[in-house]
């Protein structure tokens, strides 16, 4: 069942997009508004709430006001305060009241989307539709936030779990399955029911590998519209198709804005030589280097039997790095990002999607 948010702010036009903003999360929670602090009243009176968000300094009667109406009347859920005026006095009044966690304005939504989320996840506990929320940045949240907790996930009287220890997958069982087939196989549903549970504890440790390189792993296999390139197709050595090198230059500026300062280089590369043809920050080691490792990759995958490489793959590097390094053809585009900046659900919902439809429009047909 859907947490209950109350938004209070008397101004419309921030109110109002901030519950839109919210408004793609309404699997989790339900955002009502309230532009006084005495509609807040009437609407809590109405309806049980499990987290109102206010702003402190409105016309008439304050959001303090409000959190003091609220604790008279015992209420059970939390309650968190907006401010753009964070002078000592009103921090003062604000810590004598206990127990009142502050935002200061203005925020990104990114960011206060997560701190409401956070509250549900510690303070109350979430569930809901798989297909009725980004179940991606949900896991990522968990992950970043470093939480330790369970994930259930129900689907046609089957049952699985997640098991996150610091923000780590360190066990799953789905089934008969255990560990990282267990994790594989919960991840690539993409439906159900889902549900966050305390930690169990004695947990097994089952699974070694980082919650980036599992999830974006996953993400790549349920990728429906996939191309499936064979070993020859990628590394043929022969150009069936010329590219459009300016208009790679363009998608190359589009995803330097897309990750910001995420993106540490990137390069187009011609497989056959290894050379860059578009790119930024570009590096001829790492050029050479992606190249390198793509036809190893190959090699290594084909001797062992296993499926070819898809359009893309990642590799979790030490230090925050991350390699993102998509096929098309007899060329290659390379990224070294920096995965504390680049956000996964951006990464794996715009940013990639993005750039492999620039690919594919800029080789000529």
Sequence with gaps: MAKKLLLVDDEQVFLEGLQEGLSKHAG????DIAYSVDEAIRKCKKTRYNLVVSDIRMPGKSGLDLFVYLRKKRF?????????????????????LGGLDVIMKPFNLEWVTQKILDFFVEKEGISGNIDSIDITSLLQMINLERKTLTVKIDLNGLSGYLHFQTGEIVHAEFEDLRGLEAAQSLLNLNRGHFSLQEPVSGIEHSIDMPFMVLLMNAM?????????????DILSGEKE??????????????????????????????????????????????????????SLMDKTLK????????RYYIIDLVDDKMVVLITMGSFLWGMLLDSKKAKLGLLLNIAIPKAIDAFEEAIAG
């Design 241 to 294: 198709k010329p590219m459009n090198v300016k208009q790679m230059e363009k998608a190359v500026e589009v995803l330097k804005d897309d990750l910001g300062d995420g993106m540490l280089t990137t390069d187009i590369i011609d497989a056959n030589d290894g050379q860059s043809l578009a790119g930024w920050n570009t590096q001829a080691k790492a050029s050479a280097l992606f190249a390198e490792l793509t």
């Design 220 to 232: 790549k296999e349920i990728d429906e519209e996939a191309i499936q390139l064979s070993p020859e």
């Design 303 to 310: 001797g062992a039997g296993f499926p070819a490489l898809g």
């Design 76 to 96: 059970k859920g939390g309650f968190i305060a907006m401010t753009a005026f964070g002078t000592e006095e009103v921090l003062k009044r604000i810590r004598q």
């Design 28 to 31: 989790i929670f339900q955002t």
